[in-house]
């Protein structure tokens, strides 16, 4: 004759079946999020590139939503031969300038910006000077001089642009076939507590 099982034994043996399938994961689930990613124009995206007022020659370009620098934007052909030109005043650049530059984000990045496409000579004949309210933070030229700055959230910059085609003391003279033409590009990094990317390095 079989012995009775105990009692407790029994109890025990349910309680680790109970505890077996509390442990079980789901096996299928749907979880939505929005995401809010709107394409904005130059003047009011993360980076704002905002026209300054410094003429006709720097503007909103309607068509491409973007900013753009155009010497023939009225009925000229480009830039005169042995001449200098200043889009914004480098004395008063808060108040008069080409354009500016502005972290819409909150958070501070670090802003890098090159110009490349032009090939004249080894002189600088294409300068954006890049202020603050307290002065001068960096330059580019077409030359290859970049300019890296850190950009608190909502802090604007003012940019003044100077083409100087040979009117310059000592800024050899450019001819009619001469092309300053490029592309002025900016990277955007983060910036974190300890360290200059997103990363921390």
């Avoid at 720097?58 to 009925?75: H, R």
């Avoid at 001089?145 to 083409?163: G, H």
Wanted: aromatic share 6%; charged share 15%.
């Amino acid at each position: 004759m079989a012995k009775p099982i105990p009692t407790l034994l029994v109890a025990g043996l349910l309680l680790v079946a109970t505890v077996t399938f509390g442990a079980s994961a789901f096996t299928a689930a749907t979880v939505d999020r929005s995401a809010d990613v709107n394409v904005a124009t130059d003047s009011s995206g993360l980076l704002a590139l905002t026209d300054g007022n410094s003429g006709n020659l720097v503007f909103q370009d309607g068509s491409t939503e973007q900013l753009s620098i155009d010497f023939t934007n009225g009925t000229a052909t480009g830039a005169n031969v042995n001449a200098t030109f200043e889009l914004g005043d480098p004395a008063n650049p808060t108040t008069s300038n080409a354009f500016k530059i502005t972290n819409q984000d909150n958070e501070q990045h670090q802003i890098n910006v090159k110009y490349t496409g032009a090939t004249t000579n080894t002189e600088e004949n294409l300068n954006f000077s890049i202020y603050d309210s307290n002065g001068l933070v960096d330059s580019v030229t077409e030359e290859g001089t970049t300019a890296s700055f850190t950009a608190p959230a909502t802090k604007t910059f003012y940019v003044v642009v100077t083409v100087d085609t040979g009117g310059g003391a000592g800024t050899a003279d450019l001819t009619s076939a001469s092309d300053l033409s490029g592309e002025l590009s900016f990277t955007i990094d983060d910036v974190d507590n300890g360290g200059a990317n997103s990363d921390g390095s």
